[in-house]
């Protein structure tokens, strides 16, 4: 199984990306898909999450509003849109995959936000 990250990268407060995520070799359309992030010196946080049937996403306070998660079951893509980033969104984000106890974990793509 593989999962691989981009997107990522340096924008001003207030600002946007979109990070994706291509998975392989797993069937995607049946795991249930999240963004999580870590920042330095700070624990890993689940941000957003997309479920694997009826699609249904949640997400942490801190980012409701601000952030959309979106899958693209054809690509085997799952997306991170980030609109009006702040600061405190600077981390590495992990893309992750789950279904029946399996996890799995992309490498990671850092985030900065920063003027």
């Known amino acids: 199984v593989q999962l691989v990250e981009s997107g990522g990268g340096l924008v001003q407060p207030g600002g946007s990306l979109r990070l994706s995520c291509a998975a392989s070799?797993?069937?995607?359309?049946?795991?249930?898909m999240s963004w999580y992030r870590q920042a330095l010196g700070k624990a890993r946080e689940l941000v957003a999450r997309?479920?694997?049937?009826?699609?249904?996403?949640n997400y942490a306070d801190s980012v409701k509003g601000r952030f959309t998660i979106s899958r693209d079951n054809a690509k085997n893509t799952v997306y991170l849109q980030m609109n009006s980033l702040k600061p405190e969104d600077t981390a590495v984000y992990y893309c992750n995959a789950f279904r029946r106890g399996n996890v799995y974990w992309g490498q990671g793509t850092q985030v900065t936000v920063s003027s």
């Open positions: 997309i479920e694997s049937v009826g699609g249904t996403t």
């Open positions: 070799g797993l069937i995607f359309s049946r795991h249930d």
